[in-house]
């Protein structure tokens, strides 16, 4: 089977600021992406929020990160999906490309597959996807030249993405449920003085319609109940987002939403597995937050690698070891754990001293969180015998 030490899942910014710091530290890193290389922000006309840059397109942010991550000679991999599982301790991330399926067992693997926009859910939306019914103003907003369109939402992509249509449409109405919209300050007032955006507050779409192409909206006033039409030649849906958490759905935590739960180590609720960007339950979904969760994923899934590999050559592949377990954070035992090392050292043993507390997952996967301090004795990976050190006399007999 093919090994990675770094399996990520997803090439926006939070997977390839993971694959730049992983390469960086010396991982072997395989990034797997099923469709453009940048993510979501391919479909972002202008990023004006990324320190540094003061502007750019989407895509070209796209094509620098995946430039920045080649320059450490990362692997990619085009792939249809992916499904993580657990086979005992090892985590395989089985690929699928057309009808050819294939397993890469991983040290650690980076969830970083980002997020989409919700669908509206009403009447004719699904009949007209595709023709007039759109996700992504910065790929179809050319079709709408001189012509009137809709944008149903009120947040900072929806009020983006309208004033950006308005390059190219005639008339811009931008429709919300609420009676303000809840974009940034900046953005709102740029729609606003915008003659050709026209707000339609307190509505929802109730329909879609059109023979083919999309001809016209039937709204909703959510304080009168009215109902009204609205003539169009395409309406642009940004009401939200969902995760694509599809890889690890039912694997690790998550919240209401399907949102992944993460420590600020990236950690999920598995072992080895970590979760950076828009998938993972978090305040803001931005590009420069995608990234920063990458760079601190790559970080901690390089430490929890190397802690693996120690582990694995210690305690896990000799026949037979003896090892001490203490807390770091308990006086008592640190004293018990130098008193150990120097009786170790005067006696010529080697024993390896394990921080049980920095060490927790472990520890607890040993079931040793309760017995600490100890001296474990492991035959071939499996512990046989636990004695635990109540005070320094006991040292000498445990270790005799």
Same mark, same amino acid.
């Given at each position: ?15 390839? !600021? ?45 094509? @620098? ?16 999906? !992916? ?136 709204? *909703? ?15 642009? @849906? ?60 790559? @970080? ?71 017995? @600490? ?6 035959? *071939? ?5 636990? !004695? ?13």
């Amino acid at each position: 089977m093919e090994k990675h030490e770094l399996v990520i899942i997803g090439a926006g910014p939070a997977g390839m !600021s993971a694959a730049i710091y992983g390469r960086r530290a010396g991982l072997d890193v395989l990034v797997l992406e099923r469709g453009a290389t940048g993510g979501q922000i391919n479909s972002t006309d202008e990023i004006e929020n990324y320190p540094g840059i003061a502007h750019a397109t989407g895509p070209e942010i796209g094509d @620098m990160l995946k430039n920045h991550a080649m320059k450490f000679n990362t692997e990619f991999r085009m792939i249809d999906n !992916s499904k993580v599982e657990l086979r005992g301790d090892k985590k395989i991330v089985i690929t699928k490309k057309g009808q050819e399926t294939s397993e890469i067992e991983a040290e650690a693997v980076i969830v970083a597959t980002g997020a989409h926009f919700r669908r509206l859910g009403c009447d004719g939306e699904a009949e007209h996807i595709g023709q007039g019914v759109s996700f992504c103003a910065t790929c179809d907003a050319m079709f709408y030249e001189d012509l009137e369109v809709a944008v149903v939402g009120g947040g900072n992509t929806a009020i983006e993405e309208g004033n950006y249509l308005t390059k190219f449409a005639s008339k811009v109405y931008i429709i919300h449920r609420r009676d303000e919209f809840r974009a940034d300050r900046s953005a709102i007032e740029q729609a606003l003085s915008n003659p050709k955006i026209v707000p339609v507050y307190n509505t929802v779409v109730e329909k879609i319609e059109g023979n083919g192409m999309v001809e016209n909206l039937v709204l *909703k006033n959510v304080k009168t109940s009215e109902t009204s039409n609205l003539p169009v030649a395409g309406v642009f @849906m940004f009401v939200g987002q969902e995760p694509d958490n599809d890889c690890v759905k039912g694997l690790v935590e998550t919240e209401k939403g399907g949102w992944i739960i993460t420590n600020d180590r990236m950690e999920t609720s598995v072992e080895g597995i970590f979760a950076a960007g828009d998938v993972r339950s978090k305040y803001l979904r931005q590009v420069i937050t995608a990234a920063s969760d990458g760079a601190v994923a790559a @970080m901690a899934a390089s430490s929890y690698i190397n802690e693996q590999l120690h582990f694995r050559s210690t305690l896990f592949e000799p026949d037979f070891v003896a090892a001490l377990f203490y807390s770091s954070i308990d006086a008592v035992q640190v004293r018990l754990a130098d008193r150990v090392e120097k009786f170790t050292k005067s006696h010529g043993l080697n024993i390896p001293v394990i921080d049980g507390y920095k060490n927790a997952r472990m520890t607890e996967k040993l079931g040793l969180l309760e017995k @600490m301090p100890a001296i474990v004795t492991l035959r *071939k990976g499996v512990v046989e015998k636990v !004695s635990p050190l109540k005070d320094e006399a006991d040292i000498a007999s445990t270790l005799a």
